[in-house]
């Protein structure tokens, strides 16, 4: 099973693109733990958010950068050799729901 749950915030307003005439919506999401029992800092992760569709047409008009965001979808990671014949990956998070959350 491929699913993954993240609530956190968001990191600057969605860039929105179109792919084959479908809108998607992509944007960074911070999330931050604390370790028990230790005087060590908050560990923060940035997660790469990709929505498409109907999502995507909601991030563009109510996400916001510093949004606070409970997301659920699942885990993909894309590979690619650039224009130099660089191998790159990105691993994102496709949202399948999502809730605004009150700050």
């Known amino acids: 099973m491929n699913k993954v749950i993240l609530l956190g915030n968001v990191g600057r307003d969605p860039k929105i693109r179109f792919v084959d005439s ?19 800092p908050e ?15 909601m991030a563009e008009r109510y996400i916001r950068k510093g949004a606070r965001l409970l997301v659920e ?17 990105i691993t994102e998070i496709y949202v399948d729901n999502f809730e605004l959350l009150p700050r």
């Open 73 to 89: 979808g699942k885990i993909r990671t894309r590979y690619w050799e650039d224009n130099n014949a660089i191998k790159r990956s």
């Open 43 to 57: 560990i923060t992760e940035w997660h790469n958010i990709v929505m498409w569709g109907r999502s995507a047409e």
């Open 22 to 40: 479908r809108q998607v919506a992509e944007f960074p999401l911070a999330t931050s733990e604390r370790v028990a029992g230790s005087d060590s």
